[in-house]
């Protein structure tokens, strides 16, 4: 849901950037935050108590696997 819900965002800002109409798209964003939160609202209810990260924790997270040190082959 997150990714279709920056891909709604990224479309959004493009129309805003060539000035176009965004109702559309701020409409279904809007929509998406709401049924997100729902979700969230939910889970809580069910139990649901550990830490949800905020996108800047995502962000900064860093989620890439470790790099293997390079070998240096000599000839």
């Given at each position: ?32 935050r709401k049924e997100l939160a729902a979700l969230v609202a939910e889970w809580k209810a069910a ?29």
């Open positions: 849901m997150r990714a279709e819900m920056v891909r709604v965002a990224d479309a959004m800002h493009d129309q805003i950037r060539h000035d176009l109409d965004s109702t559309e798209s701020a409409l279904q964003l809007m929509a998406m139990g649901g108590s550990e830490h949800l990260p905020t996108i800047q924790e995502r962000l900064n997270a860093n989620n890439r696997p470790a790099q293997k040190p390079k070998t240096v082959t000599h000839r």
